[in-house]
């Protein structure tokens, strides 16, 4: 077991960090934006408008598998056979997925991460490859009750060909039922149930939210009023952004 988990390290952080350090030389430091936030606190709808103003790249977890899936690749089919059986992907494979994405040539000046990490597992090794990429990490934590991502919920759609997210009263597209972007049809999730929700808010709060205070202690996190509108909530975050020199 021990000697898997150094394997696997081997495999997932050195490698990139070896192919990073090799290109680092005509790189400047990375900027990397991560998002963190209960499932509809406005994470995907964020990355989306970010990834736009500062033209990184927007890295979502649902974007990694649907790839790896439809280009069926050796990792894609690993993960496949774990959600046939309705298991959790596990952490190396979810970041095998990851490093892969990010040692690809639009990540060298930085990337926003939507979704991952989801664990504290996750968060530490992803920090070993951070640190190696010499990135300068802001964490934005979109802090929404409960109460409010149920009631919110209801209105959620997303394209089915390329994923963008939208609400039918906070953020509907041009065009009711057509992605803006691609022009996909927009389809209602099978899993944006009150009770599915509800089990996946109980998931955030036991498993990713200790990533907060994790984030704290390093200095990278912000928190978000995510209860105001959606407006009020990209006001906040340009904000904090405005004062980082990265993103000038
Ligand atoms: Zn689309």
New binding site residues.
């Given amino acids: 077991m021990k000697l898997l988990v150094i394997l696997f390290l081997l495999v997932c952080v050195l490698v990139p960090c070896l192919a990073i350090t090799s290109s680092k030389k005509e790189a400047g430091p990375q900027t990397v934006l991560i998002l963190l936030g209960a499932p509809g606190a406005g994470k995907g709808t964020q990355a989306v408008r970010l990834s736009e103003k500062y033209g990184l790249p927007q890295i979502a977890t649902g974007d990694l598998f649907r790839e790896n899936l439809k280009n069926e690749t050796e990792i894609g089919r690993k993960a496949k056979t774990y959600m046939e059986k309705g298991e959790l992907v596990p952490d190396e494979v979810v970041l095998e997925m990851l490093f892969q994405r990010l040692s690809q040539k639009d990540c060298r000046k930085g990337y926003i991460l939507d979704g991952v990490p989801r664990t504290i597992p996750q968060a530490e090794i992803l920090q070993n490859y951070l640190t190696h990429s010499h990135a300068d990490v802001t964490v934005l934590s979109l802090e929404v009750p409960d109460s409010m991502i149920l009631e919110r919920i209801a209105g959620r759609l997303s394209?089915e060909?390329?994923g963008?997210p939208y609400h039918l009263l906070a953020s509907p597209p041009k065009k009711s039922g057509v992605?803006d972007?691609?022009n996909?049809p927009l389809i209602q999730r099978k899993d944006d149930t009150p009770e599915v929700i509800g089990e996946r808010l109980k998931a955030f709060h036991l498993q990713t939210e200790p990533l907060k205070e994790y984030y704290q202690k390093k200095g990278h996190l912000v928190m978000i009023d995510g209860t105001v509108s959606k407006q009020e909530t990209i006001a906040q975050i340009d904000k904090v952004l405005s004062t980082t020199p990265l993103f000038n």
């Fill in positions: 394209c060909k390329c963008a992605c972007r691609c996909g």
